[in-house]
């Protein structure tokens, strides 16, 4: 059985993240989107709400399940037994630390290999900073996020301004 993680900040998640989710859960048996807990770029949203989030646009896909991990990715991915990890190729500029991080962890552990997707073109300028740049200043976010997510993205801002 093909065991993968999908790992993350998801903060929040786009429907870039969705559509890579959606793609990889085709190639593998099972999927588990792991959402990084101890996150040193100060997240948006709280890794339950992240999580919840995530659960939330994942529940229609049977071999997908979402849950959060601490500490190294590849201490994770062995502790739930998975083989892969899945990452997305947007753009070149990925690719310095996509690969940096995919050596590290198979030198570190040989039996799990990163598999990469390339993003589908749609996506491929879009990730979650842009997502809370633009919504920061009120823009539109309806085409790079879920429109059950687009309320909970502002409430955030509203929240930070009245602070
Ligand atoms: O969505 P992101 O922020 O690009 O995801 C990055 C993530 C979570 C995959 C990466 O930061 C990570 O694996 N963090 C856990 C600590 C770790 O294992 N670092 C990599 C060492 S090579």
Known sequence: MK????PGSF???TFGHLDMIERSAKVVDQLIVAVLRNNAKNPLFSTEERVSMLEEMTKNI???AVQ???GLLID???SVGATIIIRGLRAVTDFEYELQMAQTNRIVEPGVDTLFLTTS???AYLSSTIVKEVASYGGDISHFVPKQLIELIYH??????KQ
């Open 76 to 78: 994770y991915a062995k």
């Open 156 to 161: 955030k801002y509203r929240k930070e301004i």
């Open 3 to 6: 065991k993968a993680i999908y």
């Open 121 to 123: 073109l749609e996506y």
């Open 68 to 70: 959060s991990f601490d």
């Open 11 to 13: 903060d929040p998640v």
């Open 62 to 64: 049977p071999n997908v």
